[in-house]
């Protein structure tokens, strides 16, 4: 957790130094709900998730320099530089997306889930969505399917409490967005997202659920994001006093007080920890700024011709 934070805090300052361009959503205090599914996921598991999705896929082993060289359009990227921060790409790690569209990977999501299914994979499929996302017509669509057919799939809200800059109290009736599951009787309950541990257990329970063919669930992981919706969001819809609120529960700061208390560590391995993160980081962007920029014959030949670029057939 302590890596994907720093890690997304030095594209921050690349983004201000307009070496990352585009949008940039940064994942900074929401790394347990990532951090909690690690743990509960074999090898065969899926993850699909939106356009917040710089540290997934460093999570399911993928190289964090070709991470940070996609976000800087490099050609060692994971797409090339084509994909760029909302579109991540990685399907030999089981990380399919990164997806631009609001709530579109949620019928995704379970169509992967239908192919393990269909092909009898073990394998589930963890489909991330935001509580904006959650208010998207095709969601209901996706669990009712997803549940009439009981496929392996669990639907994770990583609720952070605001679509952009609209408080989830403003987007419907009730502010209890796991109560969208009780209308197709699929197991769906709130989890504290800001605890890796609590997420484990929630998505260990889920996960096996669907392994063993009993279908899909909804987790209404209450989180929070430290930084605003995206690099350009002034975050006039919340007040510093609210951002350092939650701040006293900083899931890395829960974790560090834990690691203290229990004598896991001495403070002298924690200092170590935190410089070979620093020097990680340092690295992937030493990697990215060095590499180069991809020929632009490649954008036309991804677009006209993928004879030359079998890999874009499955990317």
Known sequence: MLFWRKFEDKLAALYIQQKVRGFLHLYNGQEAVLAGALHAMNENDKMITAYRNHVQPIGLGVDPKRVMAELLGKDTGTSRGM???MHIFSPEHNFYGGHGIVGGQIPLGAGLAFA???FERDGVTLTYFGDGAARQGSLHETFNMAINWKLPVVFICENNGYAMGTSVERTANHDDIWKLG???EMPCGPVDGMNPVKVAEAMHEAIERARRGDGPTLL????YRYRGHSMSDAQHYRTKEEVEEYRKIDPISQVLDVIKAKKYASDDEIKAWDKEVKEKVAECQKFAEESPFPDKQLL???VYDQEDYPFLKHR
């Open 300 to 302: 036309y030949d991804i």
């Open 83 to 85: 994909g760029g921060s």
């Open 182 to 184: 009780l209308g197709y």
């Open 220 to 223: 209404d992981i209450k989180t």
């Open 116 to 118: 393990d299914k269909y």
